[in-house]
């Protein structure tokens, strides 16, 4: 939150930022909260709902032109039953907040609504209810929404001792909350050589899923991913049945990937794959297919070359990746990277993004053999790329980025994106070393890059645009922590495309602030 002020008052005395002051950015005042945002629920401009956790707290407050107009306690009592908080949602404007509940030997998912008031408003939904076998903890719940919003699900997997297949419900809701679908269903495989990478909600509230299956491993304690990968299925699922299709990228290995659709239920899947038999990912995928007709309209590869993957290493990295090299021990490789977005345009292309995300844990030993572990979370670089109308990728850039954190989940890691008129925009925080006094990037590779710095003196939130027609990229700073008063919570901050606002949000100790940042086209 500091920071966005910070932004605010440069925009008003320097032009310290060509791109920044191209926006009109809105910011709230600074107010103290003791408990921790869980969520942000956008109603309109510096209108939305923030949802709240303490221990086992939960609150929601109401702001109007950011400021807090209402509170309310999201209860978890269930008919006199405490009852797990599982997610919240805002449909329609109204506050839907899920639970489960387990008793009787039941594991039991409702869904409550609250009124504008933020008071309960009738009696809880029960969405689904199963038999829980002895020696069984309570299944996953999911709720997703359809990119347009005009629909969302609720998913839950049934654990089972003899089942060997996983077993999943699901019910779809349209923006009444009235249900359309409902049903449940087992996938083909055995839930120990399966996985499922999505649940997708379409356009038109058709329920899908991509489905990872494995071959059995020679040896339970030799199961690798890559070794044992053998396709990658896409499902429609419906109350009666499931149609099939099953992606083949050439022997190639899917190691992640979203999909995106249209009316007609025309998908475009885009992702990163690995080579046969061989870790790492070697490139990214894209597949447009015609699900109903099951025919691939097209398809395209782009292999991260050796001079795009070694870009930001140092140069004693790539010496010893050459001498590796020549002696036949593999080529540079890139790891860990999770598919994060992808959206088609308006024209029909598509852009996306993926980042290289890992967690190393260590134990330590005391005198006395008793042992702790430490979480190291590592945010790293961005790879982000743009399918064309007619296939094909027009380009793929990689940004250089250094997050670092210990046991704290990395809350200020990641970043946020959003689409503006003819530029793709990431917003991080950084490091003050660097850039250049007047916010310039300086360094532009070779290893140079600083970690970004979450503390008071060289914290800043960088700002990079890619242009989407030519690819030409941009960094340099957006604010600094000293003008905000805040550090930056990218993963927080909400993208609301129908209304072309991003809502952002920085917090400083008790202390936090939220802005509005208007799109331009």
């Given at each position: 939150?500091?920071?966005?002020?910070?932004?605010?008052?440069?925009?008003?005395?320097?032009?310290?930022?060509?791109?920044?002051?191209?926006?009109?950015?809105?910011?709230?005042?600074?107010?103290?909260?003791?408990?921790?945002?869980?969520?942000?629920?956008?109603?309109?401009?510096?209108?939305?709902?923030?949802?709240?956790?303490?221990?086992?707290?939960?609150?929601?407050?109401?702001?109007?032109?950011?400021?807090?107009?209402?509170?309310?306690?999201?209860?978890?009592?269930?008919?006199?039953?405490?009852?797990?908080?599982?997610?919240?949602?805002?449909?329609?404007n109204q506050l839907v907040v899920f639970l489960s509940d387990r008793r009787e030997g039941k594991d039991l998912f409702f869904m409550q609504k609250y009124d504008q008031d933020l008071k309960i408003s009738g009696d809880g939904i029960l969405l689904a209810s199963y038999d829980l076998e002895r020696g069984y903890s309570r299944g996953d719940y999911k709720v997703i929404t359809s990119?347009?919003?005009?629909?969302?699900?609720?998913?839950?997997?049934?654990?089972?001792?003899?089942?060997?297949?996983?077993?999943?419900g699901f019910?779809?809701?349209?923006?009444?909350?009235?249900?359309?679908?409902?049903?449940?269903?087992?996938?083909?495989?055995?839930?120990?050589?399966?996985?499922?990478?999505?649940?997708?909600?379409?356009?038109?509230?058709?329920?899908?899923?991509?489905v990872t299956e494995y071959s059995e491993p020679e040896s339970k304690k030799l199961f690798k991913s890559y070794l044992n990968y053998k396709a990658l299925h896409l499902f429609h699922v419906t109350p009666d049945l499931m149609d099939q299709f099953t992606i083949d990228l050439n022997g190639r290995r899917v190691e992640t990937m979203t999909m995106n659709s249209d009316n007609n239920n025309l998908f475009?899947?885009?992702?990163?794959?690995?080579?046969?038999?061989?870790s790492g990912?070697?490139?990214?995928?894209?597949?447009?297919?015609?699900?109903?007709?099951?025919?691939?309209?097209?398809?395209?590869?782009?292999?991260?070359?050796?001079?795009?993957?070694?870009?930001?290493?140092?140069?004693?990295?790539?010496?010893?990746?050459?001498?590796?090299?020549?002696?036949?021990?593999?080529?540079?490789?890139?790891?860990?990277?999770?598919?994060?977005?992808s959206e088609v345009l308006a024209d029909g292309s598509i852009v996306g993004s993926l980042e290289q995300y890992y967690v190393v844990t260590n134990t330590y030993y005391d005198g006395r053999g008793a042992s702790r572990n430490m979480y190291t979370y590592y945010?790293?670089?961005?790879?982000?790329?743009?399918?064309?109308?007619?296939?094909?990728?027009?380009?793929?850039?990689?940004?250089?980025?250094?997050?670092?954190?210990?046991?704290?989940?990395?809350?200020?890691s990641s970043y946020s994106r959003f689409v503006d008129g003819s530029k793709i925009v990431f917003v991080f925080n950084d490091n003050s070393d660097n850039y250049a006094t007047d916010g310039r990037f300086i360094n532009s590779g070779g290893g140079n890059i600083y970690e970004a710095n979450f503390g008071t003196r060289k914290n800043v939130v960088a700002i990079v645009t890619i242009d989407l027609f030519s690819g030409a990229v941009g960094r340099e700073t957006f604010f600094s922590r000293d003008d905000v008063e805040t550090?930056?919570?990218?993963?927080?901050?909400?993208?609301?495309?129908?209304?072309?606002?991003?809502?952002?949000?920085g917090i400083n100790r008790r202390d936090e602030r939220f802005g509005l940042l208007k799109l331009g086209n």
């Open positions: 939150m500091k920071y966005l002020f910070l932004f605010a008052f440069l925009c008003l005395i320097q032009p310290v930022n060509i791109f920044s002051q191209k926006y009109n950015v809105q910011w709230g005042e600074m107010e103290q909260e003791p408990n921790n945002l869980i969520a942000i629920l956008p109603i309109s401009g510096g209108n939305f709902l923030s949802i709240r956790q303490s221990r086992r707290l939960l609150t929601v407050a109401k702001h109007e032109n950011f400021s807090v107009t209402a509170t309310g306690r999201i209860s978890t009592k269930l008919k006199g039953n405490v009852a797990l908080f599982e997610d919240v949602k805002l449909v329609n990119q347009n919003n005009k629909y969302f699900a609720v998913i839950w997997n049934v654990p089972g001792r003899n089942d060997i297949q996983d077993k999943y019910k779809v809701f349209d923006e009444n909350m009235t249900e359309i679908s409902e049903g449940d269903y087992k996938l083909p495989f055995e839930g120990k050589l399966s996985a499922i990478n999505e649940h997708y909600l379409s356009n038109t509230g058709d329920y899908f899923i991509s475009t899947l885009s992702g990163v794959y690995g080579e046969t038999l061989e990912v070697a490139g990214l995928f894209y597949m447009r297919l015609d699900f109903e007709n099951n025919t691939v309209l097209n398809q395209g590869f782009e292999k991260f070359d050796k001079n795009f993957i070694t870009q930001d290493w140092s140069f004693r990295q790539k010496e010893r990746a050459d001498k590796l090299e020549a002696k036949g021990k593999g080529e540079p490789e890139l790891h860990y990277y999770q598919m994060r977005q945010y790293k670089d961005i790879i982000a790329f743009k399918i064309g109308v007619s296939g094909g990728f027009d380009w793929l850039k990689k940004i250089d980025k250094q997050q670092v954190s210990t046991n704290d989940g990395g809350p200020f550090i930056a919570v990218p993963k927080l901050f909400n993208v609301d495309y129908e209304r072309k606002e991003v809502l952002l949000y």
